[in-house]
């Protein structure tokens, strides 16, 4: 029988290990959180979400930050923290490039519906009276059937376009809606809060197979230099194409 024994990493000890993939192999890493964030110019990197307006963020816990340390390459870790190949092949089409931030180890609410819901109540409260009627429906049903049996638009093009696509729903958009459907109500969660189709809800990352990944939480956006110490490194992600495979289970 063995126990696993914690071991806390400072970000500096974190970064000298994942820049040599050096695994930790014999515990459980505490200590560091991170996140993957996307952008095309400096400015975009100045924040835990490349949008201004974003009020939560997505972030990766210790026992993830452990798991990326093991990564094949750079592509791994956009699977992993549940990033399907087609939002990330149209976002490098968009000129946009993935660094992960790392930083201390802080208190963040899991992904699960119960907090999804929470935390729009408290972050959202314009949108909230629009979601709340649907709590049971969006906790129950599969993305896949919200999409073909309650909305007439494809929730994931629309996500993928953004603003240009007549559908894609900002909170302002959102809000000026009376009574919204079940299937405009996931996405808005789509396009605001980033609820892909492969939110699972029970605080876990999935791939495109239908794997689970690693635990993902979600905290409030916030500037990265508002951290007592941080550290930033470029992703190496090649041009994609559409033969790229999903990474093999490990």
Known sequence: WHVWMEVHLTVDEYAKRFEEKNQLQDGNLRGVCGRIIKGSVPQDFERLSDRMDKKLA?????????????????????????????????????????KLVVFPELDCHPATWDNIFALMEREYPEAWSRIKPHQLELSSTPYHVIQSNFTEFNIKEANLQGWQHPSFLSTERFTQMDDPSLGYVRAFLMNEVGLTHLFRGDGMTQNEKGEPGIKEFLIANRRIDSFSTYHLFDLDILDLTNETQLPSPS
């Open 58 to 98: 997505w972030v990766i816990g210790p026992d993830g930050m452990q798991k990326l340390l093991g990564r094949k390459d750079d592509l791994d870790l956009l699977f992993e923290v549940g990033h399907d190949l087609e939002w990330i092949q149209a976002t490098l089409k968009a000129g946009n490039k993935f």
